[in-house]
C-alpha cells in the first residue's frame, strides 16, 4: 500500500486549497478512503471518508461537523486518486493533512500503517 499526498501549501483566510492523494499497491477502487489531519500539540483528527465501489453505497462521503459545508471529498477511481477540496479556509485548519486506507468517522481512523507521509496546509495571514 502506497498512498502520496500533495497539494499542500500557505494559503491566507478564507482561500482555497485541493489536495490530492495518488494510490497504489491495492484495488483503490473497492476501499473506503479518508482524510485525516493533525495539527501541532494534538492528537490525529478525523476529517472526511468516501466509501469504495460497494453496490449501492459507492461514493458516500461522510465529513466532520468542523469541515461540513466547506470541504468536499471525492475521488477518481479511473486515476486511483482521491482528492479533498477546502473552502473558505480558517487558521485553525492548519495541519498536516494525511490519506489513509479505510473509513474513518469522529470515533475512530484507519490503522496509521495504512496512511501516507502526509501535505502541510498552513492557513495564515
Known amino acids: 500500500v502506497q498512498l502520496v499526498e500533495s497539494g499542500g501549501g500557505l494559503v491566507q483566510p478564507g482561500d482555497s486549497l485541493t489536495l490530492s492523494c495518488a494510490a497504489s499497491?491495492?484495488?483503490?477502487?473497492?476501499?473506503?478512503m479518508t482524510w485525516a489531519r493533525q495539527s501541532p500539540g494534538k492528537g490525529p483528527e478525523w476529517v472526511a471518508s468516501?466509501?469504495?465501489?460497494?453496490?449501492?453505497?459507492?461514493?458516500?462521503?461522510s465529513y466532520a461537523d468542523s469541515v461540513k459545508g466547506r470541504f468536499t471529498i471525492y475521488r477518481d477511481n479511473s486515476k486511483n486518486r482521491l482528492y479533498l477540496q477546502m473552502a473558505s479556509l480558517k487558521p485553525d485548519d492548519t495541519a498536516m493533512y494525511y490519506c489513509?486506507?479505510?473509513?474513518?468517522?469522529?470515533?475512530?481512523?484507519?490503522?496509521?500503517?495504512?496512511w501516507g507521509q502526509g501535505t502541510q496546509v498552513t492557513v495564515s495571514s
Open positions: 489513509a486506507r479505510g473509513r474513518g468517522s469522529f470515533s475512530g481512523l484507519p490503522p496509521r500503517n495504512y
Open positions: 499497491g491495492f484495488a483503490f477502487r473497492f476501499y473506503d
Open positions: 468516501i466509501t469504495g465501489l460497494v453496490d449501492s453505497d459507492s461514493n458516500v462521503p
